[in-house]
């Protein structure tokens, strides 16, 4: 059997049918760039005959893209396969996956038909899709709740009827992960021609195990997944590309490659995530905030001596600069010296034990620790330090009203004033800062927090800037949040304007 994986993405249709999660064609064209460029397999790009909008998705990616399939999604119905050919027609590479669901649910409840129909429209709808491409996927929708020699009936026939890839969803996330490995193989047991196709998984996440699922049925003998990028996707979200493919990655003695460049994960799980406005969950395994942050002082000690004392991957790896050792009550000596010396504060270790001391009761009081705090226990003012400080800021908005902020900022004793509009006060403030600070910087994460309750509440604020390939951090707490917007991301600069 093979031991190459093919990664066949589904974030520009599965994913997207998430509320709220939308994107337009141009989006849709520079995440599908993005996935040619991280080495997906396939892209499926649409449901053709659900929208013109999606019509005209598929088309436009299939202008796009040069070397990935891009697929189209269809019911085992010929309108929707015609309407997803011609949306495939400047497609290189053009796969239709047509299907029909498969488990007694949707034959008597969906379909309110028979299980020897379903067979009869399984085949008709492939041998009509193999008269518009040479390359035909077909799904067996609920193959999770069907029964399994019925299911191997129904993967026979299609093969037969000329499907290249059949697709074996776990399309309510219930099976289990022995389950589901025992149904693939199942099928390799009992269906006549079965190498003549890929078998495909397609599992959600309803009950957390979409990726175990995945890797059961990669390990049974399936060579293509179907996955999402952050795992997302309808309800509790679909397996997530970047399990998959680190899990494999990390375990060489499975033996399965891809083509996924994984020093291109951490860029496009923060783009997926900015364009369809759906953070990722903190610890979510690769890509989450916390997914190689530190805290605990053991750990920081075992991680500060050898990475791999608590880490099994790089951060490199999937694109992240580093390992984060976070400062909280639980923290131990070594990780304040290495924050401190981070800073370029080296202190004697009895200074360093005094400091520790105070640093527990702050810790105590506070859910975050950050430099500036560790600064201050260390008789340093950072502020006093940075080159770049807010003289003032003045800002317009209202109802009706374009925002309109005026800066001035101190540099190196210089005054320098700008003023700009924008789409809101922080972004107009903002914009202002960087007329003056002439650099190509991006904002990659902006968060607020209130740190007590009520109107008159402190906000604070953390922001990530990317700017020549790093990533720096700007914090800053204000009442006012346009002014700690604006703080937190001066202090970011400070770190790389010298």
Known sequence: MSDKLFIFDTTLRDGEQVPGCQLNTVEKIQVAKALEVLGVDVIEAGFPVSSPGDFKSVVEISKAVTWPVICALTRAVEKDIDVATEALAYAKRGRIHTGIGTSEYHIRYKFNSTQDEIVERAIAAVKY???????????????????NAYLARVVEAVIKAGATVVNIPDTTGYCLPDEYGAKIRYLFEHVDGIHNAIISTHCHNDLGMATANTIQGVL?????????????????????????????QSHKEIGISTNINSRKIYGISRMVSSLMNMPVQPNKAIVGRNAFAHSS?????????????YEIIDPKEVGIDESAILLTARSGRAALKHRLSVLGV????EKLDKVYEEFLKLADRKKDINDDDVLMLAGKDRTAMHRIKLNYLQVTSGVGLQPVASVCLDIAGEKFEAAAS???PVDAAIKAVKSIIHRTMTIQEFLIQAINRGSDDVGKVHMQVEYDGNHYYGFAANTDIVAASVEAFIDA???FVK
């Open 129 to 147: 899709a193999k008269k518009k491409v040479e390359d035909v996927e077909f799904y067996c929708e609920d193959a999770g709740r069907t029964d």
């Open 220 to 248: 049974s003998g399936a060579r293509q997944v179907e996955v999402t990028v952050n795992g997302i996707g309808e309800r509790a979200g679909n397996t997530s590309l970047e399990e998959v493919a680190m899990i494999l």
């Open 346 to 349: 080296e202190l004697d270790q």
């Open 297 to 309: 002082g053991i750990h920081q000690d075992g991680v500060l001596k050898n990475r791999e004392s």
């Open 493 to 495: 600069i400070n770190k």
């Open 422 to 424: 924008g789409n809101g």
